[in-house]
């Protein structure tokens, strides 16, 4: 189980510090490249962008220490869980009521759901 909780912490602190710097760094370039978004270059509109990036490298980040250090192991996996699972529900809901995403964003829906699963897995497994 050892193996399994390192692999997933790290996929997912990987991804979400990946994502975090990238969109970070350049929204407007990265949101049209991985999930064909045009952003307008209006101040308020990337303020928030970014600030959800930073959230998401801060994540990744705490999640990526649980890997190295063990009593952080809990804390990085439940910091994992509620990022995945609640962007995949609130992704879901838009789902539901926007209509259909593109295909980029689909795929990221379902990163989204196995990663939450499976840190919320990791999560029970060190609860027992």
Do not use: W
């Not at 952003?39 to 509109?45: C, Q, T, V, Y």
């Not at 063990?70 to 838009?94: D, P």
């Amino acid at each position: 189980m050892e193996i399994i909780r390192i692999i997933v912490l790290s996929l997912s602190a990987l991804m979400l510090v990946f994502v975090g710097v990238m969109r970070l760094s350049n929204p407007i370039k990265t949101y049209l490249k991985s999930s064909g978004i045009k952003l307008e270059n209006d101040a308020s509109l990337l303020n928030e962008m970014r600030g959800v990036a930073a959230v998401m490298l801060f994540a990744g980040m705490i999640i990526l220490l649980g890997t190295f250090i063990e009593k952080l192991t809990f804390n990085s996996h439940l910091v994992a869980s509620l990022i995945f699972i609640g962007f995949a529900i609130g992704r879901l809901i838009s789902l539901k009521a926007d209509g259909k995403p593109s295909k980029q964003i689909i795929q990221g829906i379902l990163f989204e759901i196995v990663l939450g699963v499976a840190n919320a897995f990791c999560l029970i497994h060190v609860l027992g």
